[in-house]
């Protein structure tokens, strides 16, 4: 008998370093070796989207509230967001990206998955492809990316992440075991704060640790993400790298410029974040069969409720009566409000989107 061995991918994942504080300290010399914020400002109430690595040593990192990152670090200087020149870097790095493969799956503004297996330049050695494609990023643009080289999406994304900034990180098949073992449990893909701790109540710490449970105690502790944790503890990810974004779900949310607890001020800001939300879904060409409203009370107690329509929708009218329809499920209106926000999810591909009719939802809480 004869056995074929099907040859391995080479996946590249390149995500840029601080991407949007990057931005601004290259565009504002006077911004340059110091901590800069980007996001909302100090005394508001709006939050951190990142921080350059100088205000990282203070602990600062995104989603943080902008007032708690001015306490720990008052010397940060804080920028609001200039989306049109991110979005200008963004398409810079697509169009290298393009001259090494045409099998590019963008998955945010500033990472993208890479299918190198047959690069167009014909370079041989993976590393190279990605010395290559940092160089060429940090020549035309003046900033700097990470990659991670592997046989698989997941351990290209860890890799990435490894050796930031400017760094690479291979994976091989043979080094890939060793590199899970010792991988801390909050690297891997999907596990957040909450599902960190819940390893950690199991004993799980690092990659090692997690290899020890079999896929149906992990499936019992953590439903599907369970068999997911499974493979990437195995190395096991066959996912491919696809044309589109393989985003899960798209979304925007706001903080109140004070709490509110006037349900019809509230569906005015509602309004507002449906239409703009819907302005990018249509950038994106994208549609979503879920909508989620999102809410945080003044307690900082986040909820959500969400609603699955029969077919993908895009338009903002549609979203919110849907929304309105949730609104009842939640304490708005008897519990003031400090953040509000709506995502979708289900999205649909290309392929199977139906025009947008209500239909008959199912409901489910989350
Ligand atoms: P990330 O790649 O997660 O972060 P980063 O590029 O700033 O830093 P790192 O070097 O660790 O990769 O996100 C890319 C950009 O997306 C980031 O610059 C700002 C934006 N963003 C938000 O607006 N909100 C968020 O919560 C996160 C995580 C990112
Ligand atoms: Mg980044």
Redesign the pocket.
């Known amino acids: 008998m004869v056995f074929i061995m099907k040859k391995d991918r080479i996946i590249i994942h390149v995500?840029?370093?601080?991407?949007?504080?990057?931005v601004e300290q290259r565009d504002n010399p006077e911004l340059q070796g110091k901590p800069v914020i980007?996001?909302g400002g100090p005394h508001g109430r709006g939050?951190?989207?990142?921080?350059s690595?100088e205000a990282r040593k203070y602990g600062i990192h995104?989603?943080m509230s902008s007032s708690k990152a001015n306490r720990l670090c008052p010397q940060a200087i804080f920028v609001p967001?200039r989306f049109d020149a991110?979005k200008e870097v963004t398409d810079q790095i697509r169009k290298i990206f393009h001259e090494y493969t045409d099998l590019v799956e963008p998955v945010?503004?500033?990472?993208a998955y890479l299918d190198v297996t047959e690069n167009k330049k014909g370079i041989e050695s993976s590393e190279m492809i990605a010395r290559d494609i940092l160089n060429q990023i940090n020549e035309e643009t003046g900033l700097t990316a990470?990659a991670g080289v592997s046989f698989n999406k997941f351990l290209a994304k860890v890799g990435s992440?490894f050796h930031?900034?400017f760094g690479i990180t291979i994976i091989t098949r043979e080094g890939a075991s060793e590199f899970i073992d010792n991988l801390p449990i909050r690297k891997f893909i999907g596990v957040g704060k909450a599902t960190e701790k819940r390893m950690k109540d199991l004993g799980i710490e690092t990659g090692a640790d997690l290899k020890r449970y079999s896929r149906d105690e992990l499936k019992k502790h953590f439903g599907k993400s369970g068999s997911y944790f499974y493979s990437m503890a195995h190395g096991i990810d066959n996912r491919e790298v696809h044309l589109f974004h393989s985003r899960k779900s798209i979304g925007k949310e706001k903080t109140l410029h004070e709490d509110l607890d006037d349900v019809e001020d509230i569906i005015e800001v509602l309004e507002h974040i449906a239409q703009r939300l819907t302005d990018r879904m249509k950038r994106y060409n994208i549609r979503g069969r879920t909508i989620t409203l999102k809410v945080k009370y003044h307690n900082f107690r986040r909820i959500s409720r969400s609603i699955t329509c029969k077919s993908a929708v895009q338009d903002p009218v549609i979203i919110m009566s849907n929304i309105k329809r949730l609104i009842p499920k939640t304490k708005m209106g008897k519990r003031k409000v400090r953040l509000v926000g709506i995502s979708i999810s289900k999205l649909a591909n290309q392929s199977d989107i139906n025009y947008e009719q209500i239909v008959l939802p199912i409901l489910n809480d989350e």
Not at 47 to 51: A, L, R, S, Y
Not at 108 to 111: I, T, V
């Open positions: 995500d840029m370093d601080a991407f949007y504080a990057a980007v996001g939050v951190v989207q990142t921080c690595y995104s989603a967001p991110y945010s503004w500033d990472e990470s992440d930031k900034p």
